[in-house]
């Protein structure tokens, strides 16, 4: 059967049309695509944030890691915590400053006046540029060495780990051995592989500031040979011993912490360093201050969900209601503190209560 022109003419103008149906379909098909795409982008950069920390083995990385299964909410509307591993605390506070990936960082209270000392015209205003969020925890100068070295003194000309170059272990105790006036070969070795070099004997002693008990640490045996050194006035008495002890903050080793090094109802004197939470100081009502003030009204709202002994027993030592001198305390933090000042002052006096909730309670009993 012959099929006329006219007939062929119309099949092809309808194929045309079917054509160009399908062909709007596919582009209205991947315009949605493109634009879930775009959403879930937008999503997902909303409600991020992020906390540099200085290693696996570090406590702050446990305490990120709390953080982040306390506080994370995936939901478009909620907020989402990504630990980052940085090198230490001074670094980590250059990287809150300068890094556009980052938000927050666990610094020691020491770092600000470092850097300023280091470079008084980059540093200047650093106090405004980079703010603290709350102290976390106590930072402990660890020195553990071998058997044959019992004091500080024994260390003078032998070989000593600082960590790793421009980790805060190295600015720490770069600080202390200065203000001790004692002198040691300068090594930098990871906590694993200074601990391999003790054991060897090719090394004395190696440092570690981090808050108790610190995980590479806590792997230790008594068949290792090994101790922590004391710092305090009796193991180093006269003036220098003196002024690290008014320079960082005495505290202690336990054998709670350190059952392998510390015998049983003693413990070790040391100092310590404050653990802080930054973030940089965001211009108000920017998309990252607005993320930001979240993070910090969920992360104090769930302070309570923090010390139910699933999480690192440093949590006990959180004090968010504590002023650090020298530094500036981001605003949405002290607008949560100022909001709830009554639960914020019984925490400051009674520390040793188990959590904001029972504060609270407290707090509505006596009143």
């Not at 022109?5 to 092809?12: C, P």
């Not at 002198?183 to 200074?194: F, G, K, Q, S």
């Not at 968010?320 to 933090?333: E, K, L, T």
Request: one cysteine or more.
């Amino acid at each position: 059967m012959r099929i006329s022109r006219f007939a062929i003419a119309k099949l092809s103008a309808v194929f045309c049309v079917v054509s160009l149906c399908l062909s709007l379909v596919g582009q209205a098909q991947a315009q949605r695509q493109q634009a879930t795409y775009e959403q879930k982008r937008r999503e997902a950069n909303d409600i991020a944030v992020s906390i540099v920390v200085s290693g696996l083995s570090c406590t702050c990385a446990r305490f990120a890691e709390d953080i982040r299964n306390v506080v994370n909410d995936l939901r478009p509307d909620g907020i989402r915590v990504l630990p980052v591993l940085g090198v230490g605390g001074l670094q980590n506070l250059n990287d809150v400053l300068f890094l556009k990936g980052i938000d927050m960082g666990v610094v020691e209270e020491d770092n600000l006046q470092i850097l300023k000392q280091r470079n008084p015209r980059l540093y200047a205003d650093l106090e405004q540029r980079v703010q603290y969020i709350t102290k976390l925890y106590n930072s402990e100068f660890h020195v553990v060495a071998r058997n044959d070295i019992l004091s500080y003194e024994d260390l003078r000309g032998k070989k000593v780990s600082f960590n790793q170059k421009d980790s805060q272990t190295e600015v720490t105790a770069e600080i202390v051995f200065k203000m001790l006036n004692i002198d040691v070969e300068h090594l930098n070795y990871d906590n694993d592989e200074a601990i391999k070099k003790l054991r060897d004997g090719e090394i004395s002693a190696m440092i570690v500031v981090s808050g108790a008990p610190q995980a590479a640490l806590a792997k230790l045996t008594k068949q290792d040979g090994l101790h922590f050194l004391p710092l305090d006035e009796k193991s180093f008495p006269g003036p220098n011993g003196v002024a690290v002890l008014k320079q960082y903050q005495p505290t202690k080793l336990t054998a709670d912490q350190y059952p392998a090094l510390i015998p049983p109802g003693t413990s070790v004197p040391t100092v310590g360093n404050r653990a802080l939470l930054v973030t940089y100081a965001w211009p108000e009502n920017s998309a990252r201050y607005v993320r930001m003030t979240k993070f910090v009204r969920e992360f104090f709202g769930k302070i309570d969900l923090f010390q139910d002994g699933a999480r690192h027993p440093k949590w006990r030592e959180i004090n968010i209601a504590a002023d650090m001198p020298g530094w500036v305390r981001f605003r949405p933090a002290t607008e949560w503190i100022a909001e709830n000042r009554k639960v914020a002052a019984l925490q400051d006096k009674g520390p040793q209560l188990a959590n904001v909730k029972a504060l609270f309670e407290q707090y509505l009993t006596e009143s």
